[in-house]
């Protein structure tokens, strides 16, 4: 089984079901002969023709809207958006159309089409190209939104979502396509879409994340550890719809809450997990959830986004009051 | 060909700065307005069944255009957009049409739609607010055709999408994408027009430029001489037809349907029309245009000219148009007590295809919709049909744009 990185799982994902399912077809800018900007869909062009790797004009509207088109046909796109900063033209298609089309026609049109985009900071990118706002996504009716944590978690969660019927917003974080590899095997397995989950027991305290923010997480976790902080740690992975039961369950066992995402603090996702852990798992806390989030600002250059960004830290601070609080 | 290329010049002592390509925007019209057909029309202009069976087709649009109108304003029906005027337009784009093209639609395309098989009773319901009027299902229903559209212009690049999965199964099909004067100004338009020829797919483009989108009138949308020629720039052929003249507009569809389905290149086509209603029955054109202009067009209605055609043809008479009323305003009756007799769906069918399978995350949010009715008495299956006034309940909301 070879080692790989995630965004090698992400074009390991794309060449399987590809070759499994010929109405699987990729488009996007760049996917082509150049692999896609970070290289995503590299040899796919080579490897299945001009016909089903699709280089299109650089249109983001055009992108999303095409793919809808293509997925009422029956054909499965996988479209990429370069990066999450640039996807914005695509929300009108996402919100009023991928996401209602199934429902508005009541199941006579259907749209099985996933819209990838790299998301997310830390890599020292140019303005626009570190941006989290997984919450647009999160919020419509219709789409599911999915983010993986790593590589094997990449490969199984987009088989999952190029092969689930309706419209899946996978962002694929961009501070971890290549840090660190991990033994992925090829095959086909996909994980389940509307599960969260558990990547490492713990009885003390609950660390909830999704994406990048998810390896900061771990590393508190071992930090916390080895002060006798046993925590314990979920990935989220689908952020929509929002399957509390895996969250409920350890906060049930565990009393207290550190919610994490890079994305900004107000109506992040993480204020529904708080809202819902009110609604649902109230009695459950004995310590207020705690968030560590990006901040209710613009994005910042490379400069200042390591002081943006959810720090090891920060986590490892949110747990120890949690902790201390009661 | 509209699209006219001038070769390199040979002559090297050329002048610095040369023209080096030339556009054309051609225009058709067979009918004039008084119904006389010119000399070189097509073979359609004297099949006089088929342009009967066209006329039928108009004549049930208005018919029911006009009842939906009435069904509005009595408050059995949410807001409705007429098609009053364009009916030539419509039935002609869905008559040149094949069974397994694929329509795209916006809101005013009532003609092309109840040809192709919608029903009216489901385009009572969508307009009375009930989902399953978009899910086409009498026994000719165009299953793949995609439901009306709202947001302006947003379908464009659905039809490019389309296009590309027959041009790819290599079908012989063809995507008709129909929108707006209005839409012409937004960059769905442009980006679908752009990628339709730089992927050389089988879709046609429809601009039905009814001179309002809503209250700007076409001078205010564009400078652009003809809207037809915004497809130029994309490296694709336009023309612009009378959009009031079914032969015209009919022969122009069909003949550039046919050379997509055959060399899978998209075409534009801008009919020329009016909008003889208000933009919606929440608008209020008198607000924005004048009477003198109205009375214009309404002296180049579509129906009286082709009709005027086929009396001076000694294929159809006034007897006929009446019995032909008759016989349609029943048809329209029965569509709209079918509808009227239609119960809504129980609250918690709003989860319904949401997706293929409800996420167990939304389960407990059905539940409550289910359980919530019972509790408010708003379970109004129980109620008669008439007594409900989806009108009054709803929104005075209006379209966007025309």
Known sequence: ?326 | MSLERIGKTADRRAAPTRTVARFGIRYTRFLDERGRLADDAPPIAHDHARLRELYRQMLLTRLFDRKAVTLQRTGQLGTYASSLGQEATSVGIGAAMARDDVLLPTYRETGAMLLRGVEMRELLLYWGGDESGMDYSGPNAPREDFPICVPIATHAPHAVGVAYAFKRRHEPRVAVCVLGDGATSKGDFYEALNAAAVFDVPVVFVIVNNQWAISVPRSLQSRAETLAQKAIAAGIAGEQVDGNDLIAVYDVTARALERARASGGPHVIEALTYRLGDHTTADDARRYRSEEELALWRARDPLKRIAAYLIRAGAFSDDEEAELRAELGRAVEKAVADYLATPPRPPESMFDHLFERLPRALEPQRETAAARAGLDGHDADARPSHDRRPAHDAPRGDLHHG
């Open chain 1, 1 to 326: 089984m070879a080692e790989i990185t995630l965004v090698e799982a992400v074009t390991l994902a794309l060449a399987h079901e590809m070759e499994a399912d010929e109405r699987v077809v990729v488009l996007g800018e760049d996917v082509g002969v150049n692999g896609g900007v970070f290289r995503a869909t590299t040899g796919l062009f080579e490897r299945f023709g001009p016909e089903r790797v699709i280089d299109t004009p650089l249109a983001e509207t055009l992108i999303a809207g095409m793919s809808v088109g293509l997925a009422a046909q029956g054909l499965r796109p996988v479209a990429e958006i370069q990066f999450m900063g640039f996807i914005y033209p695509a929300i009108d298609q996402m919100l009023n159309h991928a996401a209602r089309l199934r429902r508005r026609t009541q199941g006579r049109l259907t749209c099985p089409m996933v819209l990838r985009a790299p998301f997310g900071g830390g890599i020292h990118a140019p303005e626009h190209h570190s941006e989290s706002t997984e919450t647009l996504f999160a919020h419509l009716p219709g789409l599911r939104v999915v983010a993986p944590s790593s590589p094997a978690r990449a490969y199984g969660l987009l088989l999952a979502s190029i092969r689930d019927p309706d419209p899946v917003v996978f962002l694929e974080p961009e501070r971890i396509y290549r840090l660190g590899k991990e033994a992925v095997d090829d095959s086909g397995e996909a994980l389940p879409l509307d599960v969260a989950f558990v990547l490492r027991s713990g009885s003390d305290v609950t660390l909830v994340s999704w994406g990048a923010s998810v390896r900061e997480t771990l590393l508190a976790a071992d930090r916390l550890s080895a002060d006798g902080i046993d925590a314990e740690v979920i990935d989220v992975a689908t952020i929509a719809p929002l399957d509390m039961t895996a969250i409920l369950e350890s906060v049930e066992k565990t009393g207290r809450c550190v919610i994490v995402h890079e994305a900004a603090h107000n109506v992040g996702v993480g204020a529904e997990i708080a809202a819902r852990l009110a609604d649902e798992g109230l009695m459950s806390l004995l310590a207020p959830v705690k968030r560590v989030t990006g901040y209710d600002t613009v994005m910042p250059l490379a400069r200042l986004e390591r002081h943006y960004l959810p720090s090891v830290d920060a986590i490892v601070a949110a747990a120890r009051e949690s902790l201390e609080a009661a």
